[in-house]
Nanobody, 111 residues
Framework: QVQLVESGGGLVQAGGSLRLSCAAS????????LGWYRQEPGKQRELIAQ???????DYADSVKGRFTISRDNAKKMMYLQMNNLRPEDTALYYC?????WGQGTQVTVSS
């Protein structure tokens, strides 16, 4: 059974930083693309960052240059370093691995 557990969300002031973590179990982690999504109330979930098995990364324009996705295959962990946070980054953040979702972690950025 696949299990994904996000952590690291919280309340931060604009310009601050947070680091989200996603712990995976029950899946062959190293061979798959991983992703971070976020969802604001009343809006669709959107892909903001992904990392392929070869380490290639891609970002949504809204977070490019501020967020960094990374992975540790040995630990089955994925991370999202978020710098220079803005109020519009406020959302529920989800990790995605091979069609599976975590429960989400809330990020709130105050102005």
């Amino acid at each position: 059974q696949v299990q994904l557990v996000e952590s690291g969300g919280g309340l931060v002031q604009a310009g601050g930083s947070l680091r989200l973590s996603c712990a995976a179990s029950g899946i062959i982690f190293s061979v798959t693309t991983l992703g971070w999504y976020r969802q604001e109330p009343g809006k669709q979930r959107e892909l903001i960052a992904q990392i392929r098995r070869d380490g290639y990364t891609d970002y949504a324009d809204s977070v490019k240059g501020r967020f960094t996705i990374s992975r540790d295959n040995a630990k089955k962990m994925m991370y999202l370093q978020m710098n220079n946070l803005r109020p519009e980054d406020t959302a529920l953040y989800y990790c995605w691995v091979a069609g599976n979702w975590g429960q989400g972690t809330q990020v709130t950025v105050s102005s």
